[in-house]
């Protein structure tokens, strides 16, 4: 058994979760496409999804999903479906390691739910310890919120040969121990040149999703 074999097992157990006539928001990453993957059986049963990446609307588009965009909808999103690259005990967390955090930001801030699917890997006591943490950033304010995060204890490295589907870069952030995810969270998005930080502790998960070698687990 191998970290994909509990990606999976934890994604497939997320389709419970989906209710008939629903919106669904779509998160991005490895886990996703393994429940985008088995979201198309039931593709009939739901309204449509809301992706949050190029990546993950590509292969909605593939499987035949309805595809509904955010200022197309009139109401809020029912439930919002992502995976996480770390998440602590109050179902706070660090994303973007696959560089859509901005977009996952906005839809799962747009959903009435969101539904946090991990293997046992990602929870963690304190998040920024093992995971660098993930910062949008304006290209011309580069050197600036480097300089800027510099100030805090971070460490930054910038992710090379990659844009984000905003037309922007991404720094990884090391050195930093999220003792108070809320208020570095707020720090951070307050920092002129910054797009979107990866701490999703101001709209943290409502439900998470564990899965280990005794199965899938709950916690709300
Ligand atoms: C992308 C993300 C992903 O949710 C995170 O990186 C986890 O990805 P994976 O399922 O491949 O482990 O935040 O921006």
């Known amino acids: 058994m191998n970290v994909r074999y509990f990606k999976k097992k934890v994604a497939l157990s997320a389709i419970e979760y989906i209710s008939k006539n629903s919106v669904i928001g779509i998160g991005s990453g490895s886990t996703m496409k393994y429940f985008i993957k088995e979201l ?62 901005t977009r996952e930001k906005i839809i799962s801030t747009a959903s009435k739910k969101f539904l946090c699917i991990i293997d ?59 003792n108070q995810p809320v208020s570095l969270e707020k720090y951070v998005n307050n920092i002129p040149g910054v797009v979107c930080v990866g701490i999703f502790a101001i709209r943290k998960a409502n439900i998470l999703l564990i899965s280990d070698i005794n199965g899938v687990r709950k916690i709300i």
């Not at 999903?65 to 479906?81: A, F, H, R």
């Not at 990659?162 to 999220?178: A, Q």
């Open 120 to 178: 046992e890997s990602k929870f963690v006591k304190t998040l920024g310890v093992s995971f660098p943490l993930p910062i949008e950033v304006i290209p011309m304010a580069l050197k600036f919120v480097i300089n800027e995060i510099k100030k805090i204890g971070g460490i930054s490295k910038y992710r090379n040969h990659f844009i984000t589907d905003n037309g922007n870069c991404i720094i990884d952030v090391y050195n930093l121990t999220i």
């Open 40 to 101: 198309s059986s039931i593709r009939s049963f739901i309204i449509g999804a809301v992706a949050s990446s190029t990546i993950s609307y590509n292969y909605l588009r593939e499987l035949n999903i309805p595809i509904i965009e955010l200022n197309d909808l009139n109401s809020c999103i029912d439930i919002y479906i992502d995976s996480a690259d770390e998440v602590n005990f109050h179902m706070e967390m660090i994303k973007g390691g696959g560089g859509a955090l």
